[in-house]
């Protein structure tokens, strides 16, 4: 399956393998700017991104959704797919919003991969509770 949404910025049907899919915009080479869950029993959304600079950025302006109601889903961090600093919060429309910076950029040439097992969540995160996995290469 090709990651792309149509130019248009739609898509007529969505296949991914168990886990969900990370799609992207035509025309773009970020990683992903939405991922949909795909899950024996659940095809749901389950987040879009918006880019800021950088780190300085996902923590000023994550500060800002908590000092206006947001509830934080996760600790600033790092992902291992994609790459990016993170941060997610619950929408309140349903959902998560993830502040990114730094994401993987895929060229035309980039082919999807099917991961077999799970490579972890985050690098690492700001919460001294949550120690994430570490993928061994």
Known sequence: QDD???GDGTSNEFDATPGGGFLRCSRTHNHHRLFL??????RAFDHIVFEVAGFDE???GGKFM????WKPDSPAGRHVLGSNLFWYFNNPCGGRTEYFA???QMNDQW??????????FALWTLD????????IA
């Not at 001294?128 to 993928?135: F, L, N």
């Open 37 to 42: 869950l795909a899950r024996p029993n659940l």
């Open 111 to 120: 082919k999807p991969r099917v991961w077999k097992t799970h490579p972890g």
């Open 66 to 69: 908590v000092d206006r109601g």
């Open 128 to 135: 001294k509770t949550h120690t994430p996995e570490i993928p």
């Open 102 to 104: 730094d994401m993987d």
């Open 58 to 60: 996902i923590v000023l």
């Open 4 to 6: 792309d949404i149509d």
